[in-house]
Protein backbone atom coordinates (compact mmCIF):
# COMPACT_ATOMS: atom_id res chain seq x y z
CA UNK A 1 0.00 0.00 0.00
CA UNK A 2 2.01 3.27 -0.74
CA UNK A 3 -1.11 5.67 0.95
CA UNK A 4 -0.29 5.98 4.63
CA UNK A 5 -3.07 7.00 6.94
CA UNK A 6 -3.02 10.73 8.08
CA UNK A 7 -1.20 11.56 11.56
CA UNK A 8 0.51 8.11 11.74
CA UNK A 9 4.21 8.08 12.49
CA UNK A 10 6.51 7.03 9.94
CA UNK A 11 6.56 3.55 10.92
CA UNK A 12 2.97 3.37 10.14
CA UNK A 13 1.68 1.81 13.16
CA UNK A 14 -2.17 1.62 14.28
CA UNK A 15 -2.19 -0.02 17.93
CA UNK A 16 1.13 -1.25 17.32
CA UNK A 17 0.32 -3.04 14.23
CA UNK A 18 2.52 -2.47 11.21
CA UNK A 19 0.22 -0.55 8.81
CA UNK A 20 1.40 -3.07 5.75
CA UNK A 21 0.68 -6.41 8.05
CA UNK A 22 -2.80 -4.71 8.96
CA UNK A 23 -3.95 -4.34 4.99
CA UNK A 24 -2.79 -7.59 4.73
CA UNK A 25 -4.75 -8.80 7.55
CA UNK A 26 -8.34 -6.51 6.96
CA UNK A 27 -7.99 -7.84 2.87
CA UNK A 28 -8.47 -11.22 4.21
CA UNK A 29 -12.13 -10.67 6.02
CA UNK A 30 -15.19 -10.75 3.86
CA UNK A 31 -17.06 -7.44 2.88
CA UNK A 32 -19.42 -7.27 5.63
CA UNK A 33 -17.14 -7.35 8.41
CA UNK A 34 -14.84 -5.25 6.64
CA UNK A 35 -17.28 -3.05 6.64
CA UNK A 36 -17.52 -2.91 10.10
CA UNK A 37 -13.97 -1.26 10.39
CA UNK A 38 -14.53 1.49 8.71
CA UNK A 39 -16.38 2.53 12.03
CA UNK A 40 -12.78 1.82 13.91
CA UNK A 41 -11.20 5.45 13.08
CA UNK A 42 -10.23 7.47 10.25
CA UNK A 43 -7.20 6.14 9.43
CA UNK A 44 -8.57 2.39 9.18
CA UNK A 45 -11.70 4.43 6.68
CA UNK A 46 -8.66 5.86 4.83
CA UNK A 47 -6.78 2.63 4.19
CA UNK A 48 -10.04 0.81 3.55
CA UNK A 49 -11.31 3.51 0.89
CA UNK A 50 -7.67 3.20 -0.85
CA UNK A 51 -7.95 1.47 -4.23
CA UNK A 52 -4.80 -0.81 -4.05
CA UNK A 53 -6.58 -1.73 -0.79
CA UNK A 54 -9.95 -2.46 -2.72
CA UNK A 55 -8.54 -4.24 -5.41
CA UNK A 56 -6.61 -6.71 -2.65
CA UNK A 57 -9.51 -7.32 -0.52
CA UNK A 58 -11.38 -8.43 -4.15
CA UNK A 59 -8.81 -10.84 -5.21
CA UNK A 60 -8.92 -12.79 -1.81
CA UNK A 61 -12.72 -13.25 -2.08
CA UNK A 62 -14.14 -16.37 -3.21
CA UNK A 63 -16.72 -16.73 -5.67
CA UNK A 64 -20.49 -17.51 -5.64
CA UNK A 65 -23.63 -17.85 -7.51
CA UNK A 66 -26.72 -15.58 -7.26
CA UNK A 67 -30.39 -17.18 -8.36
CA UNK A 68 -33.23 -14.34 -9.16
CA UNK A 69 -36.39 -15.43 -8.01
CA UNK A 70 -39.64 -13.97 -8.94
CA UNK A 71 -42.57 -14.27 -6.71
CA UNK A 72 -44.95 -13.74 -8.99
CA UNK A 73 -48.00 -12.48 -6.68
CA UNK A 74 -46.45 -9.81 -5.02
CA UNK A 75 -43.89 -8.76 -8.01
CA UNK A 76 -41.19 -9.01 -6.18
CA UNK A 77 -37.16 -10.72 -6.55
CA UNK A 78 -35.31 -12.24 -3.86
CA UNK A 79 -31.40 -12.60 -4.88
CA UNK A 80 -30.29 -16.17 -3.23
CA UNK A 81 -26.50 -16.15 -3.24
CA UNK A 82 -24.78 -19.51 -3.26
CA UNK A 83 -21.28 -21.20 -2.43
CA UNK A 84 -20.50 -22.04 -6.17
CA UNK A 85 -18.81 -25.13 -4.96
CA UNK A 86 -21.59 -26.93 -2.90
CA UNK A 87 -24.10 -24.13 -3.87
CA UNK A 88 -25.31 -24.00 0.13
CA UNK A 89 -27.10 -20.73 0.83
CA UNK A 90 -24.87 -17.86 2.03
CA UNK A 91 -27.65 -15.29 2.16
CA UNK A 92 -30.98 -14.53 0.79
CA UNK A 93 -32.40 -10.46 0.29
CA UNK A 94 -34.88 -8.60 -1.16
CA UNK A 95 -34.53 -6.55 -4.36
CA UNK A 96 -34.46 -3.06 -3.52
CA UNK A 97 -37.61 -1.17 -3.37
CA UNK A 98 -37.73 1.60 -5.84
CA UNK A 99 -40.20 4.03 -7.52
CA UNK A 100 -41.83 2.08 -10.39
CA UNK A 101 -44.57 3.33 -12.86
CA UNK A 102 -45.71 -0.33 -13.02
CA UNK A 103 -44.33 -3.83 -11.61
CA UNK A 104 -40.60 -4.60 -12.88
CA UNK A 105 -39.51 -7.27 -15.04
CA UNK A 106 -35.85 -7.81 -13.99
CA UNK A 107 -32.96 -9.69 -15.62
CA UNK A 108 -29.44 -9.47 -14.83
CA UNK A 109 -26.81 -7.37 -17.77
CA UNK A 110 -24.03 -8.52 -16.33
CA UNK A 111 -21.77 -8.92 -12.88
CA UNK A 112 -18.32 -7.59 -12.10
CA UNK A 113 -16.04 -6.96 -9.10
CA UNK A 114 -19.02 -7.89 -7.05
CA UNK A 115 -21.35 -5.33 -8.59
CA UNK A 116 -24.84 -7.00 -10.09
CA UNK A 117 -25.89 -4.91 -13.16
CA UNK A 118 -29.98 -5.58 -13.84
CA UNK A 119 -32.50 -4.00 -16.15
CA UNK A 120 -35.67 -3.69 -16.01
CA UNK A 121 -37.55 -4.29 -19.35
CA UNK A 122 -41.22 -2.52 -18.40
CA UNK A 123 -40.09 0.31 -16.50
CA UNK A 124 -36.69 0.96 -18.49
CA UNK A 125 -34.30 1.50 -15.29
CA UNK A 126 -30.89 0.00 -15.22
CA UNK A 127 -30.08 -0.84 -11.67
CA UNK A 128 -26.28 -1.10 -10.31
CA UNK A 129 -26.27 -3.00 -6.84
CA UNK A 130 -23.85 -4.27 -4.42
CA UNK A 131 -25.80 -7.03 -1.97
CA UNK A 132 -23.20 -7.81 -0.19
CA UNK A 133 -22.76 -4.12 1.63
CA UNK A 134 -26.48 -3.41 0.74
CA UNK A 135 -25.65 -0.45 -1.91
CA UNK A 136 -27.55 0.84 -4.93
CA UNK A 137 -28.03 2.94 -7.98
CA UNK A 138 -31.04 3.32 -10.32
CA UNK A 139 -29.78 4.63 -13.78
CA UNK A 140 -32.23 6.10 -16.38
CA UNK A 141 -31.27 4.90 -19.91
CA UNK A 142 -29.39 6.79 -22.20
CA UNK A 143 -31.09 9.68 -24.31
CA UNK A 144 -33.19 8.91 -26.85
CA UNK A 145 -32.76 5.17 -26.02
CA UNK A 146 -36.20 4.38 -24.47
CA UNK A 147 -38.05 3.65 -27.43
CA UNK A 148 -35.65 1.35 -28.72
CA UNK A 149 -34.57 -2.18 -28.91
CA UNK A 150 -31.80 -2.32 -26.66
CA UNK A 151 -28.70 -4.98 -25.25
CA UNK A 152 -27.00 -3.66 -22.16
CA UNK A 153 -23.06 -5.07 -20.60
CA UNK A 154 -21.63 -4.21 -17.36
CA UNK A 155 -17.80 -3.93 -17.06
CA UNK A 156 -15.24 -2.69 -14.79
CA UNK A 157 -12.15 -0.79 -15.59
CA UNK A 158 -9.58 -1.00 -13.77
CA UNK A 159 -7.14 1.67 -16.22
CA UNK A 160 -9.03 4.08 -14.82
CA UNK A 161 -11.42 2.46 -11.99
CA UNK A 162 -14.46 2.91 -13.51
CA UNK A 163 -17.70 1.01 -13.88
CA UNK A 164 -19.10 0.87 -17.24
CA UNK A 165 -22.80 0.34 -18.57
CA UNK A 166 -22.67 -0.23 -22.40
CA UNK A 167 -26.27 0.19 -24.31
CA UNK A 168 -26.16 -1.38 -27.45
CA UNK A 169 -29.63 0.63 -29.30
CA UNK A 170 -31.93 0.36 -32.53
CA UNK A 171 -34.91 1.66 -33.72
CA UNK A 172 -38.00 -0.62 -33.21
CA UNK A 173 -39.02 -2.16 -36.87
CA UNK A 174 -41.60 -4.68 -37.83
CA UNK A 175 -40.50 -8.03 -38.05
CA UNK A 176 -39.50 -11.30 -35.95
CA UNK A 177 -38.96 -10.52 -32.60
CA UNK A 178 -35.09 -10.59 -31.94
CA UNK A 179 -34.14 -10.00 -35.31
CA UNK A 180 -33.55 -6.39 -34.54
CA UNK A 181 -29.96 -5.77 -36.01
CA UNK A 182 -28.74 -4.37 -32.80
CA UNK A 183 -25.11 -4.38 -33.80
CA UNK A 184 -25.41 -3.28 -37.59
CA UNK A 185 -22.41 0.13 -38.21
CA UNK A 186 -24.27 3.47 -37.59
CA UNK A 187 -26.51 2.13 -34.44
CA UNK A 188 -26.21 4.30 -31.38
CA UNK A 189 -24.48 3.05 -28.66
CA UNK A 190 -24.93 4.70 -25.24
CA UNK A 191 -21.94 4.27 -22.27
CA UNK A 192 -22.48 5.58 -19.21
CA UNK A 193 -19.42 5.99 -16.69
CA UNK A 194 -19.94 5.73 -12.97
CA UNK A 195 -17.34 7.68 -12.09
CA UNK A 196 -18.69 10.51 -14.09
CA UNK A 197 -22.08 9.54 -13.85
CA UNK A 198 -23.52 10.51 -17.37
CA UNK A 199 -23.80 9.02 -20.51
CA UNK A 200 -22.17 9.62 -23.71
CA UNK A 201 -22.71 8.14 -27.10
CA UNK A 202 -21.02 6.84 -29.91
CA UNK A 203 -22.14 4.95 -33.50
CA UNK A 204 -21.39 1.39 -33.62
CA UNK A 205 -18.62 0.47 -36.24
CA UNK A 206 -18.61 -1.94 -39.12
CA UNK A 207 -17.58 -5.35 -37.39
CA UNK A 208 -18.57 -7.24 -40.13
CA UNK A 209 -16.61 -5.92 -42.79
CA UNK A 210 -15.20 -9.09 -43.62
CA UNK A 211 -18.70 -10.47 -44.95
CA UNK A 212 -18.61 -7.52 -48.07
CA UNK A 213 -20.35 -6.68 -50.45
CA UNK A 214 -23.13 -8.48 -48.57
CA UNK A 215 -22.88 -6.28 -45.45
CA UNK A 216 -25.79 -4.73 -45.58
CA UNK A 217 -27.79 -8.11 -45.81
CA UNK A 218 -26.23 -9.84 -42.44
CA UNK A 219 -29.44 -10.16 -40.31
CA UNK A 220 -28.41 -10.54 -36.77
CA UNK A 221 -30.37 -12.15 -33.87
CA UNK A 222 -29.73 -11.12 -30.53
CA UNK A 223 -30.10 -12.85 -26.88
CA UNK A 224 -31.15 -10.57 -23.65
CA UNK A 225 -28.97 -13.53 -21.79
CA UNK A 226 -26.50 -11.72 -19.37
CA UNK A 227 -22.80 -10.14 -21.08
CA UNK A 228 -19.61 -12.02 -19.64
CA UNK A 229 -16.38 -9.99 -18.86
CA UNK A 230 -13.40 -11.77 -19.66
CA UNK A 231 -9.89 -9.90 -20.63
CA UNK A 232 -10.98 -6.87 -19.56
CA UNK A 233 -13.76 -6.37 -22.43
CA UNK A 234 -17.60 -7.25 -22.20
CA UNK A 235 -19.03 -10.39 -24.49
CA UNK A 236 -22.11 -10.20 -25.78
CA UNK A 237 -23.66 -13.52 -27.84
CA UNK A 238 -25.48 -12.76 -31.22
CA UNK A 239 -26.45 -15.27 -33.97
CA UNK A 240 -26.01 -14.09 -37.50
CA UNK A 241 -26.75 -15.20 -41.24
CA UNK A 242 -26.92 -13.35 -44.61
CA UNK A 243 -29.93 -13.32 -46.07
CA UNK A 244 -29.17 -14.88 -49.33
CA UNK A 245 -28.21 -18.06 -47.50
CA UNK A 246 -30.69 -19.24 -45.30
CA UNK A 247 -30.05 -21.87 -43.94
CA UNK A 248 -26.44 -21.29 -42.12
CA UNK A 249 -26.79 -19.80 -38.41
CA UNK A 250 -23.11 -18.57 -37.46
CA UNK A 251 -22.11 -17.83 -33.69
CA UNK A 252 -20.66 -14.47 -33.30
CA UNK A 253 -19.29 -12.92 -30.17
CA UNK A 254 -19.30 -9.32 -30.02
CA UNK A 255 -16.69 -7.77 -27.47
CA UNK A 256 -16.40 -4.30 -26.32
CA UNK A 257 -12.91 -3.23 -24.95
CA UNK A 258 -13.47 -1.37 -21.59
CA UNK A 259 -10.15 0.42 -22.18
CA UNK A 260 -10.27 1.30 -25.28
CA UNK A 261 -13.79 1.44 -25.55
CA UNK A 262 -13.87 -0.36 -28.95
CA UNK A 263 -15.84 -3.07 -30.61
CA UNK A 264 -14.83 -6.38 -32.39
CA UNK A 265 -16.25 -9.20 -33.47
CA UNK A 266 -15.08 -12.71 -32.27
CA UNK A 267 -15.73 -15.53 -34.57
CA UNK A 268 -16.91 -19.54 -33.42
CA UNK A 269 -15.88 -23.02 -34.59
CA UNK A 270 -17.45 -23.25 -38.08
CA UNK A 271 -18.62 -26.49 -37.09
CA UNK A 272 -20.82 -24.94 -34.00
CA UNK A 273 -24.71 -24.19 -35.13
CA UNK A 274 -25.41 -21.17 -33.51
CA UNK A 275 -28.73 -21.93 -32.47
CA UNK A 276 -27.70 -24.75 -30.33
CA UNK A 277 -25.38 -21.94 -28.40
CA UNK A 278 -26.91 -21.14 -25.37
CA UNK A 279 -24.83 -18.89 -23.32
CA UNK A 280 -21.14 -17.63 -23.01
CA UNK A 281 -19.24 -18.30 -20.12
CA UNK A 282 -15.79 -17.25 -18.53
CA UNK A 283 -13.79 -20.79 -17.61
CA UNK A 284 -10.94 -19.94 -15.66
CA UNK A 285 -9.85 -16.61 -17.45
CA UNK A 286 -10.62 -17.94 -20.96
CA UNK A 287 -13.62 -16.77 -22.74
CA UNK A 288 -15.81 -19.60 -23.62
CA UNK A 289 -19.64 -20.87 -24.26
CA UNK A 290 -21.48 -24.09 -24.30
CA UNK A 291 -24.35 -25.61 -26.57
CA UNK A 292 -27.41 -28.16 -26.17
CA UNK A 293 -28.62 -29.88 -28.92
CA UNK A 294 -31.90 -31.74 -29.79
CA UNK A 295 -30.52 -34.92 -28.13
CA UNK A 296 -29.37 -33.16 -24.93
CA UNK A 297 -25.89 -33.02 -25.81
CA UNK A 298 -23.88 -30.59 -23.73
CA UNK A 299 -20.68 -29.06 -25.50
CA UNK A 300 -18.08 -26.61 -23.88
CA UNK A 301 -16.05 -24.41 -26.40
CA UNK A 302 -13.11 -22.18 -25.05
CA UNK A 303 -11.05 -20.12 -26.79
CA UNK A 304 -7.41 -21.18 -25.11
CA UNK A 305 -6.06 -17.94 -26.75
CA UNK A 306 -7.93 -14.88 -26.07
CA UNK A 307 -9.00 -12.86 -29.73
CA UNK A 308 -7.77 -15.76 -31.24
CA UNK A 309 -10.46 -17.61 -33.24
CA UNK A 310 -8.11 -20.57 -34.09
CA UNK A 311 -7.40 -21.42 -30.79
CA UNK A 312 -11.06 -22.59 -30.08
CA UNK A 313 -11.42 -26.12 -28.47
CA UNK A 314 -13.78 -29.09 -27.65
CA UNK A 315 -13.98 -29.07 -23.26
CA UNK A 316 -16.63 -31.27 -22.61
CA UNK A 317 -19.24 -33.62 -24.84
CA UNK A 318 -22.37 -34.74 -22.42
CA UNK A 319 -25.72 -36.40 -22.66
CA UNK A 320 -27.53 -35.08 -19.98
CA UNK A 321 -29.82 -38.01 -20.75
CA UNK A 322 -27.14 -40.61 -19.67
CA UNK A 323 -25.94 -38.48 -16.54
CA UNK A 324 -29.03 -37.58 -14.69
CA UNK A 325 -30.14 -40.10 -12.62
CA UNK A 326 -34.00 -40.88 -11.75
CA UNK A 327 -34.64 -38.76 -9.05
CA UNK A 328 -35.12 -35.80 -11.67
CA UNK A 329 -37.88 -37.83 -13.53
CA UNK A 330 -38.21 -40.36 -15.88
CA UNK A 331 -38.33 -37.76 -18.86
CA UNK A 332 -36.94 -34.78 -17.49
CA UNK A 333 -37.23 -31.40 -19.46
CA UNK A 334 -33.37 -30.42 -18.35
CA UNK A 335 -31.38 -27.89 -19.90
CA UNK A 336 -28.13 -26.27 -19.05
CA UNK A 337 -28.16 -22.97 -17.40
CA UNK A 338 -24.41 -21.85 -16.76
CA UNK A 339 -20.89 -23.24 -17.11
CA UNK A 340 -18.68 -21.56 -14.24
CA UNK A 341 -15.40 -20.78 -14.15
CA UNK A 342 -14.41 -23.83 -11.56
CA UNK A 343 -15.50 -26.36 -14.19
CA UNK A 344 -19.26 -27.15 -12.47
CA UNK A 345 -21.85 -27.19 -15.04
CA UNK A 346 -25.52 -26.08 -13.82
CA UNK A 347 -28.14 -27.78 -15.03
CA UNK A 348 -32.02 -27.28 -14.37
CA UNK A 349 -34.75 -29.72 -14.64
CA UNK A 350 -37.93 -27.23 -15.60
CA UNK A 351 -40.82 -29.95 -14.71
CA UNK A 352 -39.51 -31.38 -11.46
CA UNK A 353 -38.04 -27.86 -10.02
CA UNK A 354 -34.65 -29.50 -9.18
CA UNK A 355 -31.57 -27.98 -9.77
CA UNK A 356 -27.95 -29.84 -9.88
CA UNK A 357 -24.90 -29.55 -11.00
CA UNK A 358 -22.05 -31.65 -12.69
CA UNK A 359 -17.90 -31.37 -11.50
CA UNK A 360 -16.40 -31.81 -14.97
CA UNK A 361 -13.27 -32.38 -13.66
CA UNK A 362 -13.89 -35.48 -11.26
CA UNK A 363 -16.94 -36.21 -12.90
CA UNK A 364 -19.39 -36.07 -9.86
CA UNK A 365 -23.04 -34.73 -9.91
CA UNK A 366 -24.82 -33.92 -6.90
CA UNK A 367 -28.11 -32.56 -6.21
CA UNK A 368 -28.19 -28.97 -5.49
CA UNK A 369 -32.35 -28.18 -3.92
CA UNK A 370 -35.25 -27.36 -5.52
CA UNK A 371 -35.55 -23.54 -6.74
CA UNK A 372 -38.88 -22.45 -8.22
CA UNK A 373 -39.14 -18.81 -9.72
CA UNK A 374 -35.78 -18.42 -11.00
CA UNK A 375 -35.73 -16.03 -13.71
CA UNK A 376 -32.20 -15.33 -13.72
CA UNK A 377 -28.58 -16.97 -12.62
CA UNK A 378 -25.48 -15.38 -12.93
CA UNK A 379 -21.95 -15.76 -10.82
CA UNK A 380 -20.56 -12.85 -8.67
CA UNK A 381 -17.94 -12.37 -5.73
CA UNK A 382 -18.19 -10.23 -3.22
CA UNK A 383 -17.10 -6.81 -3.09
CA UNK A 384 -16.57 -3.19 -0.66
CA UNK A 385 -17.16 -1.38 -4.64
CA UNK A 386 -20.14 1.56 -4.19
CA UNK A 387 -19.37 1.95 -0.56
CA UNK A 388 -19.11 5.30 -1.18
CA UNK A 389 -22.61 6.18 -0.66
CA UNK A 390 -22.79 9.61 -2.38
CA UNK A 391 -23.84 10.37 -6.28
CA UNK A 392 -27.26 9.44 -5.47
CA UNK A 393 -26.44 5.62 -4.59
CA UNK A 394 -28.99 4.45 -1.58
CA UNK A 395 -28.78 2.36 1.54
CA UNK A 396 -30.80 -1.13 0.79
CA UNK A 397 -32.92 -2.08 3.64
Not at 210 to 227: A, G, K, V
Request: with cysteine.
Amino acid sequence: MEEKPENEEEKGAIHNIPWAFLGDILSRLDAKSLKRCECVSKSWLSLIRNWDFIHLHLKRQLPCVVFLQKKVRRFNYTLSTCNWENFAEISSQKFPKFKRRRPPLLLFMGSDNGILGLYDLRNKKVYLWNPTIKVSKTLSFSPHSELNHSVLGLGYDPFTTDFKVVMVSCPVEKGVIGTHNLFKAGNQVGIYSLRSNSWKTMAMPDIFSDFEPYTSDIIIYTSLSCSIVVNEAIHWKICYRNSLYHDQLSLGIVAFGLRMENFKLIKSPQIVEGSHVKKLANFSGCLSFFTFDEVQVVEVWVMKKYGDSESWFKYLSVNLLSLLPNWVGRHPICTPVSFLSNGILVISCIETGYWCWYDTKSKRLENMCRRFGVSDFTTYVESIFLSEKGENFVACD
